[in-house]
Nanobody, 123 residues
Framework: QVQVVESGGGLVQAGGSLRLSCAASTLPFTKNNMGWFRQAPGKEREFVAAISWNTPNTYYADSMKGRATISRDTSKNTVYLQMNSLLPEDTAVYYC????????????????WGQGTQVTVSS
C-alpha cells in the first residue's frame, strides 16, 4: 500500500509564508510524479503545482506563479511546496498526490492521495 503523508499546513496572515511537505512511501519510490492540489468548500479540486520525475520539470497554476516553489528530495521520495505572499483566496485543504509519469496538472494523472492539510490565510 502506498502511503502519502502531508504536513505543514496552518494559519497564516496574508502576505505570510508556509512550507508544505509530502512524503510518499512507494515500492519502488522512483519514477513517480508528485503534485499539489487544493480544494475549498463548494469548489472543485484544482491544480497548484507539480514536479515530474525525469528531468525534472516543474509546473504551476497561474495563480501560484511567482509565489510558490515546488522541489523534491528523491532519496526520500518527498516533495516540498514553499508558498509565499499568501492571499485569503489561497485558503483551502491542500492535497499531495503521487502518480506514474503522465498527466501532471490534472487529478486524473494521480493515483494516490494524502488526506490533506488545511491552509488558512487570514486578512
Amino acid at each position: 500500500q502506498v502511503q502519502v503523508v502531508e504536513s505543514g499546513g496552518g494559519l497564516v496572515q496574508a502576505g505570510g509564508s508556509l512550507r508544505l511537505s509530502c512524503a510518499a512511501s512507494t515500492l519502488p519510490f522512483t519514477k513517480n510524479n508528485m503534485g499539489w492540489f487544493r480544494q475549498a468548500p463548494g469548489k472543485e479540486r484544482e491544480f497548484v503545482a507539480a514536479i515530474s520525475w525525469n528531468t525534472p520539470n516543474t509546473y504551476y497554476a497561474d495563480s501560484m506563479k511567482g509565489r510558490a516553489t515546488i522541489s523534491r528530495d528523491t532519496s526520500k521520495n518527498t516533495v516540498y511546496l514553499q508558498m509565499n505572499s499568501l492571499l485569503p483566496e489561497d485558503t483551502a485543504v491542500y492535497y499531495c498526490a503521487l502518480g506514474p509519469p503522465g498527466m501532471l496538472t490534472s487529478t486524473r494523472g494521480y493515483q494516490y492521495w494524502g488526506q490533506g492539510t488545511q491552509v488558512t490565510v487570514s486578512s
